[in-house]
């Protein structure tokens, strides 16, 4: 069976979309697999904004998509979305609750076993963070957390 050169310059071309396209489930399936890392209990282990370090305590839990920080008692809330295809991986935090409702912030992640780094922009900014650092310029906040042990540990 011979083809026409138009059907087969159609096909070709057709079948080369169709292999170069990104798979948006691959997308979907590494963010599940990081939301799924991040669930239960983080412990702040350090905390730098601007440069400075600070003596910043407290929980930062994720459930499903959902957030809870507790800097012993100042409480923010809000949703996460990941997006791990982006190198360094990328978190935007949309706000809910707290001192910041209705801000976005956009960031950075990493995973080191049980230590998670986070480096954010300031609530409200746009740009975000493109490595782990926190300087008066970039006016980031770099927060290093470690998995609570569980109760029963």
Known sequence: MKLSPLFAVTLS???GVLVAAPAPKEKDKDEKADIKKLQG???????EQVGQSLGVTGTWVFKDEKYTLDQSGNLE???IKLDSTKKPAVMDL??????????????IFKFD???LVLCLAWPGTTERP???????????ILITLKRAKKKDD
């Open 94 to 107: 949309d706000i809910t609750a707290g001192n910041c409702q209705g801000k976005m912030q956009p960031g």
């Open 77 to 79: 809330e809000g949703t």
């Open 113 to 115: 076993g049980d230590t």
């Open 13 to 15: 071309l057709c079948v």
């Open 41 to 47: 209990e983080w412990t702040i282990e350090s905390w």
């Open 130 to 140: 493109t490595e782990f650092s926190s300087t008066a310029d970039n006016r980031c």
